[in-house]
Structure formats: C-alpha cells, structure tokens
C-alpha cells in the first residue's frame, strides 16, 4: 500500500550534527554516523544529509563522509553541500548516494540541472529550494545557506527546474525553519500545483500532523524535518526518533 514518505533533514557542520533556527544559531546535536544507526533501528523511510559550509568553503560534501553513510544505512539517502559538477555527482553516487541535492548551483547555473538529469537520470537530481519572505515583499529564493537574495519567485523557480529536468524539489520556507510551529502550507500547495514532480514539504514541521496538513491539504508528495526527528519534549533535549510504523498509518 501506498504511503507518502517521512523523510528526517540532517544538517551537517565540520562532520558534526547541527540544527537550525531560521538558518542561524546552529546547535550541535551529536555524531551524524550514530544518527544513521538509531535511524536504521527505526526504519527510516530515507534520509537527507546537507553540509551547510561546503558552498561557502567551495568545496562539496566529503566523499569519505557520503561513503561511510553509505556502508551504514539500511535505507536509502541523498546529499548536498557545493555540488557544481559531473564529476561531483558522480562520486557521490558512487560512493553510495542514491540521490543528489542541488540547490545554490542550480540557480547560477539551471543548464547544469538539464546536465545531470541527462547523465544520471531525473530521479537521482533533486533540488532543493530556500525561500524567504520578507515584510512588505514577495517571496524570494534565496541560495549560499539563505544569505543571498536571488531574483527568482519560488514558483517561477520551481517551473524552471522542472523543465530543466529535476526529479523532485525540496521546498524549505526560510521563516519555519526551526520553529515548530507548522509548515508554510500556502507556499508548498503553490509549489505542488505548480509542477507534476514530486514536491517534498520542508521547514516548520512540529509534529505529525503537520505532515497530514501538508500532504492532504497542500498536495505535498513527501514530507522532511528536521527538528522534530532530533529533539524530544518541551526543553528540545536532543534524541533521535521517527514515528514507529502503527504512527506513520494514522498519518495519513
């Protein structure tokens, strides 16, 4: 039987766990090698690394990180971090990556999304899309870890990479990020109307009925967190959890 896919977003600093809060005040959570074996444990559906420093440091994420991930996890995962080559993407996968996430090179450069599709196939190209919405102005997508503002409506963006061959998208609502509080489910219901690949529905979620309200009511294909897979109860103690399977059927 179907069921959409619950995906936990695992941001990586220096080889070490971190979470957000509107993309700043980073916060170490622990080793991202035992997260994968807890994840493992409680049968993840897949999981999503991005190493936050690897475009700023003009470097991709470490082949020796994506490849140890890869002799531990039972399920599959994708990276991100400073891709901007074929030769980037196919070490990852060859390293043990099932997909591929693009998100600040996709938009200096959308041929290269129409590259990789060509060379890997749609399904392993996946990119991931930070938006932020300021006061008095439209959203905008911004890239290099939501410092620069681009000129790209989320919407306009997410057509784009479409038709220059992404398999899916990850929308991120910059504002969410980190707070708990819901998803921007005006933004993923603008994004899922707009484009037929799947959209999976990032930044916000709190707890599982966010994910219901992103998919039944804003056509999200999947959903990622990140906060709610790592911390527990009212203080945020950090532990790794994911809903057992009795959870992930009442979901939806």
Known sequence: MYRHRVIPILLLKNYGLVKSIKFKNYRYIGDPINAVKIFNDLKADE?????????????????????????????????????RTIKNIKKIINAGAEKVIINTYAEENPNFIRESSDTFGSSSIVVSIDVKKRILQNRKVHTNSGTRSTRYDPIEFSKLM?????????????????????????????????????????????????????????????????????????????LINYPNSTELKNIF
């Open 47 to 83: 999981l999503v690394f991005l190493d936050i420093l690897a475009t700023k440091e003009k470097r991709t994420i470490p082949i020796e990180f994506v490849r140890n991930v890869g002799d531990e996890a039972n399920m599959p995962f994708a990276v991100g971090g400073g891709i």
């Open 162 to 238: 479409e038709d220059k061959g992404a398999g899916e998208i990850i929308i991120n609502s910059i504002n969410e990020d980190g707070l708990m509080s819901g998803y921007d489910l005006e933004l993923i219901q603008d994004v899922a109307k707009a484009v037929s690949i799947p959209v999976v529905a990032a930044g916000g979620a709190g707890n599982f009925s966010d994910f219901y309200q992103a998919v039944n009511h804003s056509y999200a294909s999947a959903v990622a967190a990140g906060s709610l897979f790592v911390y527990h109860g009212q203080r945020n103690a950090v």
